[in-house]
């Protein structure tokens, strides 16, 4: 089946292949993690079905709140089918808690809470390191508008609310996380700022509420193993996987 499909691009992470019907893709999620922009990779067995169920989780419950998404529906295991967006080159970052590179760059204590929630926006662009950039690069170099960037702003903190909520409902803290977005066209060719992308672990940092234990890709980065372990942790915890460690397939299609 995957070999007849035409592969449209593949990233770190997935592999987006053309769909079924004009105006959408389909996501196939690898196994493959990568860190410090592609210097560090291995071959995670079982991560990509975890994210892919994950993110079908999050994603479907945003869409009933009213966040629009690229999401369709979950096709197997490792397959997603999405609409097709226009990719807007942006990663836009909120931060709830002190971690990562906002640490390092003004001196913070690693997981200390922010004195309110942050949104960055950075470059899409692994060559240069994915750089943070301001309102003002984002407009002069057309990379999206100053309305695109206020929708991005809004659905990323109703975004962060909801699975602050979510994760804290089950013993974890949201860190912080990371968003893509991409525009979809009208009849009247009018563009809309649409979710796109995925969230799960390898998106968010996710520590244990009571422990500090990290639940997420920094396991990876920072050799602390069992990454594929506390993946499926979140995702039992979030009831997405049984306690025996099998993945549900409740709200599966046939």
Known sequence: MMSRRKMLYEGKAKILY????PGTVVAY??????????????????KGVLNNRISEFV????????????FIKRLNMREQLLREVEI???????????????????????GDALPRSIVEFYYKNDALEDPMVAEEHITAFNWAT?????EMIAMALRVNDYLSGMFMAVGIRLIDFKLEFGRVYDQNDMPRVILADEISPDSCRL??????????????????????????????RLGIMKENGSVTEEGSPE
């Open 18 to 21: 053309e769909g079924p019907e």
């Open 29 to 46: 999620f690898k196994d493959d993690a990568t860190a410090f922009n592609a210097q560090k990779k291995a071959v995670l067995e079982g």
């Open 59 to 70: 994603m479907e419950n945003l869409g009933r709140m009213g966040i629009p998404t690229h």
């Open 88 to 110: 807007i080159p942006l990663e836009v970052v909120v931060r709830n808690v002190a971690a990562g590179s906002i640490a390092k760059r003004f001196g913070l204590t690693e």
């Open 146 to 150: 100053t309305q695109d960037m206020d």
């Open 207 to 236: 520590w244990d509420a009571n422990t500090n234990e990290k639940l997420d890709k920094d396991r990876f980065r920072r050799d602390l193993g069992n990454v594929t372990e506390a993946y499926a942790e979140v995702a039992r």
